[in-house]
Structure formats: structure tokens, C-alpha cells
């Protein structure tokens, strides 16, 4: 299992790790888990790391993933930042996926580094 998700109550973030090769069960079965923990402590934001990501599911499996959040009762009020993939091909799906889920309305923002996303995130918060 190349992904890892848990919830943090001082940010009130639900954070998800990918790392090495994931397919797009991996994806979704951590976007079940990820938002499973959303709802029950009525999280607001949401962290994505893809920094060690080398593979993931294809552009098809990338473009269906917000009609889950859809289906499994996701707050649009949630806002998520992604930390881009260092991995060149891996990074222009996470792209294409930002680009997705902010046509289908989702509040989602890449960035660079963990860093730099929680500060994102955390800036909206006070």
C-alpha cells in the first residue's frame, strides 16, 4: 500500500502521502479513506502530497476521481492543496487533475512543497 492517510486536529487538515508506484485502486481507495475521515471529524482542508508519487492511474482514472467525492458526499466547502510530484510525468497529471476538479468546482491548489501548501491552507484558517 504505497499511500498513507490521517487527520491532523491542531490544523484540522486530512492529509494523504502517496509515494513510489500507485495504481488507481491505490487513488481510490485513499480518496474513500480520506474523505471517510473528512466527514466524521468535519474537516475544512485537505493535504495531498504526491512529492515522492512516480506513477499513478491514467488520465481517465485522474479525470472520473471528483465524481467520487461527489458519490461518497464530500463538502465542496473543503479546500485542498497537492504537493506536486517531483517525477516530470507524474507532475503534469497532477496538473491536469487540479485543472479537473477546479472545472467541476473543488477548491484545489498545487504547489512546490509541503511547506508552502500547509501555509496555503493554514493562511485561510486565521
Avoid at 3 to 10: A, L, P
Avoid at 13 to 39: F, N, P, Q
Avoid at 71 to 83: K, N, Y
Avoid at 107 to 115: A, D, G, L, N, S
Wanted: charged fraction near 25%; charge should be negative.
Amino acid at each position: 500500500m504505497p499511500w498513507r492517510v490521517q487527520y491532523s486536529e491542531t490544523q484540522d487538515i486530512v492529509e494523504v502521502v502517496y509515494w513510489g508506484e500507485t495504481s488507481a485502486s491505490d487513488v481510490r481507495d485513499a480518496a474513500v479513506e480520506a474523505i471517510t475521515l473528512a466527514k466524521e471529524h468535519e474537516a475544512t482542508f485537505g493535504l495531498v502530497d504526491c512529492l515522492e508519487q512516480t506513477r499513478t492511474g491514467s488520465v481517465l482514472d485522474l479525470y472520473e476521481l471528483p465524481a467520487l467525492y461527489d458519490h461518497e458526499g464530500l463538502s465542496r466547502t473543503i479546500r485542498m492543496a497537492l504537493v506536486e510530484p517531483r517525477d516530470p510525468k507524474v507532475r503534469d497529471l497532477a496538473m491536469f487533475y487540479e485543472t479537473v476538479c477546479k472545472n467541476r468546482g473543488w477548491q484545489i491548489q498545487t504547489f512546490p512543497t509541503r511547506e508552502v501548501a500547509l501555509d496555503w491552507l493554514l493562511s485561510v484558517a486565521q
